[in-house]
């Protein structure tokens, strides 16, 4: 039980295009969704918590308009990345808790490449 | 602050040695504890978790961690290591009424196992 999928798993994309990915929990309810960006070798960054029906919670120095992130119904949230840049390039990965739960589960990542 | 630190960035064994990984949080409240394993270009998958139950936890893969409050310290430890173990792990921290709000995470832990 407390599986998380993310799709793509991989995308590269150009300079200056959007891309989607999507974060479901397949087999509970997670009211609660987190979006984290992790650098090579380093520990996980939380850009921003995300509640069904409400707007998103960003961490300070993310770019609200630039991470749009859409948490639409309680097994799905959406991470969209405007008008990328190569630095934007990194590994996403969602997680998404159960409602009570202190313990997150998380996706598989993907990973952005943009050219 | 709440916080968590995970001592050694790098951790090195050999195959059927004790595996010790560190934590240690700083906190006024007990907090909840987590422990995350996180293999090459995928997601964390949770280890082990500590929510005021037994101090002593059993996890997956033979893992265990002890809660010991005086020491402020949720070490990660198996008897005997296995290559499959090589991985980064990260050390995890919540709060009693946060459920649904982001982790603290540690830096994480690299562990090297050789043959």
């Known amino acids: 039980g407390a599986v998380v999928s993310q799709h793509p798993s991989r995308v590269i994309c150009k300079s200056g295009t959007s891309v989607k990915i999507e974060c479901r929990s397949l087999?509970?309810?997670?009211?609660?969704m987190f979006w984290y960006r992790q650098f090579p070798k380093q520990s996980l960054m939380l850009m921003a918590t995300?509640?069904?029906?409400?707007?998103?919670?960003?961490e300070q120095g993310v770019e609200k308009d630039k991470f749009l992130i859409n948490h639409a119904s309680l097994t799905l949230s959406t991470l969209t990345v405007t008008s990328a840049h190569p630095e934007d390039s990194s590994f996403y990965i969602c997680s998404a808790s159960p409602a009570g739960a202190y313990e997150q589960y998380f996706g598989p990542g993907t990973r952005l490449t943009v050219t | 602050a709440q916080s968590v630190t995970q001592l050694g960035s790098h951790v090195s064994v050999s195959e059927g040695a004790l595996v010790l990984l560190r934590c240690n949080y700083s906190?006024?409240?007990?907090?909840?504890l987590f422990w995350y394993v996180q293999y090459p270009n995928q997601g964390l998958q949770l280890l082990l978790k500590y929510t005021s139950a037994a101090t002593l936890v059993k996890g997956i893969n033979g893992f265990e961690a002890e809660f010991k409050k005086s020491e402020t310290s949720f070490h990660l430890t198996k008897p005997s290591a296995h290559m499959s173990d090589a991985a980064e792990y990260f050390c995890?921290?919540?709060?009693?009424?946060?459920?649904?709000?982001?982790?603290?995470f540690g830096k994480g832990t690299t562990l090297s196992v050789s043959s």
């Open positions: 995300s509640n069904e029906g409400s707007k998103a919670t960003y």
């Open positions: 087999d509970f309810q997670a009211t609660t």
């Open positions: 995890a921290v919540s709060y009693p009424n946060q459920a649904g709000t982001a982790l603290i």
């Open positions: 906190s006024s409240v007990p907090p909840y």
